[in-house]
């Protein structure tokens, strides 16, 4: 065989038809007329002249309009990360405008840092273990210990104000707030203090000042497993235990007015500020939920998570294991972690303001920083402070009034068939509905699904053979190149995709 007069050796040829000789032309241009795409009501000139400038041209397919957000913009990409190392594992952390607070597991120092430039102010000393209990209200810290002990502190001078010891076992939980009681204090405006314990089960209630003092109120009994959250409104202690309850108390006098039984254990809980009556919280089985203080219902959010770019898969399950801390904002996003993973998610809430049961929470992104653990996260501002077993703190600041711009989403759901890991191996069914509500001991959401999460999934492959060449042609093999085995034979993957669209049953081939 020849080519240009010089000699191919055959390796590997396939039939081909015989190439044709293309024909030339001269095509003359000088008189095409070609009619606009746009016809203008009024010519350029005229709408130049009326608005007082030149068109510029540059408002063409370039343009893009102008959004900017609310707050930070969660949803970006362009953030910027900072990050520094403690002595020890962090276990509790507090950010205000000016201190980043760093409490420790085993060690019973407590760290006081500059917010802007991660300089250490105090080494604050008196606890005698660690703990995971520590808010900043003003220039007074507040901390709870595994010594059993309650502690507040000045952040000028790093000196210990009070101490009290009234819980019998570790102090799992704390919640400082300023309320407004009527009947105590001047014109009923007093802070309020509260701490759950772990084992002893407790819960108690003190009033304090900006002096960082602490006089008990009362102590309240119910729960039968650790107290792991509280949160305060101006009529109401509202706690979750790991006894599978949230519980409503009379703020004034200590009277339990609910008793809520819940389908797992409750393992963080916060007001939801987005709706008023609200209380948004995680559970063992990693879902989020909704609680209507009024009627004391459940609502379960059921998320869609990310299982590859732009395509989402709904499920009960924000991270492979319990929500252990998350942060709301006021613009629309949930950042949550879990001591179980790695990962900080950030998720998108909408549709909430007209039917709750139609609220729909989104996947946006996973930070990916940490190498070990995660163990608790705070959001101050427009930055994620996060922190794991190897001590240390990573800073994710994200931008203010920049342009926005929505993270890619695809229309469609379920897109991917996902194997579930459970009982009886096979296809997680599929969760259709953005909530589900809560039927108690009898309810199914998070008990059958989706088993992971977006950080740690299966995707099915299936293998078939080819049906036909993949090139029509001559095809050269080099001899220097060969087959690792004569079994080997030609196939092609073929991801099995399960589409919202009946009629589009066909597969997809990559």
């Given at each position: 065989m020849t080519v240009n007069g010089e000699a191919i050796q055959d390796v590997g040829v396939l039939n081909m038809a015989p190439l044709k000789r293309s024909a030339s032309f001269t095509i003359s241009v000088d008189k095409v007329e070609v009619n606009p795409v746009i016809k203008y009501a009024e010519p350029l000139k005229d709408i130049a002249e009326n608005d007082e400038e030149e068109w510029s041209g540059d408002e063409g397919d370039d343009f893009v309009e102008e959004v900017i957000i609310k707050g930070a913009d969660w949803e970006s990409v362009n953030y910027v990360v900072k990050k520094f190392s403690c002595e020890d594992e962090v276990t509790g952390m507090d950010v205000s405008d000016r201190y980043i607070v760093a409490q420790y597991f085993l060690d019973p120092v407590i760290d006081v840092f500059d917010r802007k430039s991660q300089r250490l102010l105090h080494h604050l000393e008196g606890h005698e273990y660690g703990g995971q209990a520590v808010q900043i209200l003003g220039q007074i810290l507040y901390s709870g210990s595994k010594d059993c002990t309650f502690r507040t502190w000045d952040l000028k001078t790093g000196k210990a104000l009070a101490k009290v010891s009234d819980h019998k076992d570790y102090i799992q939980s704390m919640k400082v707030k300023e309320v407004c009681?009527?009947?105590?204090?001047?014109?009923?405006?007093?802070?309020?203090?509260?701490?759950?314990?772990?084992?002893?089960?407790?819960?108690?209630?003190?009033?304090?000042?900006?002096?960082?003092?602490?006089?008990?109120?009362?102590?309240?009994?119910?729960?039968?497993?650790?107290?792991?959250?509280?949160?305060?409104?101006?009529?109401?202690?509202?706690?979750?235990?790991?006894?599978?309850?949230?519980?409503?108390?009379?703020?004034?006098?200590?009277?339990?007015?609910?008793?809520?039984?819940?389908?797992?254990?409750?393992?963080?809980?916060?007001?939801?500020?987005?709706?008023?009556?609200?209380?948004?919280?995680?559970?063992?089985?990693?879902?989020?939920?909704?609680?209507?203080?009024?009627?004391?219902?459940?609502?379960?959010?059921?998320?869609?998570?990310?299982?590859?770019?732009?395509?989402?898969?709904?499920?009960?399950?924000?991270?492979?294991?319990?929500?252990?801390?998350?942060?709301?904002?006021?613009?629309?996003?949930?950042?949550?972690?879990?001591?179980?993973?790695?990962?900080?998610?950030?998720?998108?809430?909408?549709?909430?303001?007209?039917?709750?049961?139609?609220?729909?929470?989104?996947?946006?992104?996973?930070?990916?920083?940490?190498?070990?653990?995660?163990?608790?996260?705070?959001?101050?501002?427009?930055?994620?402070?996060?922190?794991?077993?190897?001590?240390?703190?990573?800073?994710?600041?994200?931008?203010?009034?920049?342009?926005?711009?929505?993270?890619?989403?695809?229309?469609?759901?379920?897109?991917?068939?996902?194997?579930?890991?459970?009982?009886?191996?096979?296809?997680?069914?599929?969760?259709?509905?953005?909530?589900?509500?809560?039927?108690?001991?009898?309810?199914?959401?998070?008990?059958?699904?989706?088993?992971?999460?977006?950080?740690?999934?299966?995707?099915c492959f299936a293998l078939k053979p080819l049906s036909r060449s993949l090139t029509e042609g001559k095809l050269i093999v080099p001899q220097t190149i060969l087959e690792d085995s004569e079994d080997d034979s030609d196939c092609e993957f073929v991801i099995e995709y399960v589409t919202d669209d009946e009629e589009d049953e066909s597969d997809y081939d990559m």
């Open positions: 009681i009527t009947g105590l204090g001047e014109d009923g405006e007093v802070t309020a203090a509260v701490t759950g314990g772990a084992a002893d089960h407790l819960i108690n209630v003190y009033n304090t000042n900006e002096d960082g003092a602490l006089t008990k109120r009362f102590t309240l009994e119910g729960h039968s497993g650790w107290v792991n959250n509280i949160d305060i409104t101006n009529t109401m202690i509202i706690s979750g235990s790991q006894d599978c309850t949230i519980k409503l108390w009379d703020l004034e006098t200590g009277e339990l007015f609910q008793s809520l039984k819940q389908d797992a254990e409750i393992s963080c809980l916060r007001l939801f500020p987005m709706l008023e009556g609200y209380v948004i919280f995680g559970d063992g089985e990693s879902k989020m939920s909704l609680l209507d203080l009024g009627s004391g219902r459940t609502i379960h959010l059921m998320p869609n998570t990310l299982v590859g770019t732009g395509r989402y898969r709904r499920s009960s399950k924000y991270h492979d294991k319990s929500v252990d801390t998350f942060h709301v904002s006021d613009n629309g996003y949930i950042i949550t972690a879990s001591s179980g993973s790695k990962f900080v998610k950030i998720w998108k809430i909408e549709n909430y303001e007209e039917d709750v049961t139609k609220t729909d929470v989104t996947e946006l992104q996973i930070l990916r920083d940490h190498t070990d653990y995660l163990s608790v996260i705070g959001v101050q501002k427009d930055t994620i402070f996060s922190t794991s077993g190897d001590g240390t703190i990573y800073l994710h600041r994200f931008p203010e009034g920049k342009q926005h711009y929505d993270m890619l989403r695809t229309q469609e759901r379920n897109s991917v068939a996902v194997l579930y890991q459970g009982p009886q191996i096979g296809f997680a069914p599929t969760v259709e509905k953005p909530t589900v509500l809560c039927e108690g001991k009898l309810c199914k959401a998070g008990k059958s699904g989706l088993a992971k999460s977006s950080s740690s999934f299966e995707v």
